[in-house]
């Protein structure tokens, strides 16, 4: 239950940690790439910016609006400017504004919808029956 006029507490919705796993097992798999030739050197940034990208990437839901970071910059929209969620293709879930444009919820797909609007605190509408 959410009380009016209660503070609202930021929520974090980012990607698991354990994908940089993956991140770790991709630089290991560029070594021996990079250790041919120093031109190869190049190949180490792959693994890099997809680190960047699990540790930065993500939702963040506050008192004043829903921010959408990406790996190199970030959107925050106000509450007064959210119309609501919308499900495109693949499941993806979409921000959408009340002057018609969209933002991207790199991190969430259909099955955090329930997360999404626990996080909002019902602010983005009923979540749809599953």
Known sequence: MVLVGSPMTT??????????FAVGIFVICTI??????PWLLILI???????IHVWRSGVDIDGDGVTV???????????ADVAGVEVRRKGELWLVRRDGGALRLLTLRLRDIHRLYQASQGRLGLPAES
């Not at 929520?11 to 940089?20: T, Y």
């Not at 021996?32 to 030739?37: E, K, Y």
């Not at 940034?45 to 680190?51: C, I």
């Not at 970071?69 to 509450?79: D, I, L």
């Open 11 to 20: 929520s974090q919705l980012r990607m698991p940690r354990s994908a940089l």
């Open 69 to 79: 970071r990406a790996a190199f910059g970030s959107t925050t929209v106000p509450w």
């Open 45 to 51: 940034t792959l693994p890099v910016l997809a680190g």
């Open 32 to 37: 021996p790439l990079v250790s041919v030739s």
